[in-house]
Nanobody
Framework: QVQLVESGGGLVQAGESLRLSCVASGGIFRNYAMGWFRHAPGQDRDFVAGITGNGRDTYYSDSVKGRFTISRDAAKTTVNLQMNSLQPEDTAVYYC?????????????????WGQGTQVTVSS
């Protein structure tokens, strides 16, 4: 089972950017599709972005498409989430996720491994 550790959260103002990183260990990185989810108070843990094991295909929720970019670095066994034009509604705890394919990392109930989460707060 792969272990995931996120970093990079913080407090920013609307319109600014943040970059989240997630380091994976304990598994063969290329075998895992990776994803990011977010959990705001009173809401479900929602899919944000996903990337295939080979990094060739990426997927985004409609709410972040065009503003967020997911990428992965095989040499560093890291998956990143570049978040631009942040808005107050992006405020949430962001979680890194791993699964055997993009289907598994597109829905919280199918995810195999979770990171501990990192808080992102966007002020207006």
């Amino acid at each position: 089972q792969v272990q995931l550790v996120e970093s990079g959260g913080g407090l920013v103002q609307a319109g600014e950017s943040l970059r989240l990183s997630c380091v994976a260990s304990g598994g063969i990185f290329r075998n895992y599709a990776m994803g990011w989810f977010r959990h705001a108070p009173g809401q479900d843990r929602d899919f944000v972005a996903g990337i295939t094991g080979n990094g060739r295909d990426t997927y985004y929720s409609d709410s972040v498409k065009g503003r967020f970019t997911i990428s992965r670095d095989a040499a560093k066994t890291t998956v990143n989430l570049q978040m631009n034009s942040l808005q107050p509604e992006d405020t949430a705890v962001y979680y890194c996720a791993a699964g055997m394919n993009v289907f598994e990392v597109s829905k919280a109930s199918r995810v195999r491994s979770w990171g501990q989460g990192t808080q992102v707060t966007v002020s207006s």
